[in-house]
């Protein structure tokens, strides 16, 4: 990885904080942080592809699929 991936990184961010919400009392905002996250990193697909972005993608389905 010569370059860090902005949008990922921030998605990576996001998937993160989404996760950490998942046990407390605002599922919902989980789901719109890893909603979130997706959008960040799936914005750079077409530009880089790389197992960070795919490690991104993969967290933020386990967690939008485990909060819906």
């Known amino acids: 990885m010569k ?3 902005v949008f ?3 998605g990576l961010i996001f998937v993160f904080t989404g996760i950490a919400l998942m046990p407390s009392k605002l599922p919902i905002l989980a789901s719109v942080y890893a909603l979130l996250a997706y959008f960040f990193s799936i914005k750079e ?3 880089y592809t790389s197992w ?3 490690s991104t993608v993969f967290f933020f ?3 939008f699929g ?3």
Do not use: D, L, N, P
């Open 3 to 5: 370059k860090i991936h």
């Open 66 to 68: 485990y909060k819906c």
């Open 45 to 47: 697909v077409s530009t």
């Open 61 to 63: 389905r386990i967690a």
């Open 52 to 54: 960070y972005q795919f």
């Open 8 to 10: 990922t990184t921030i």
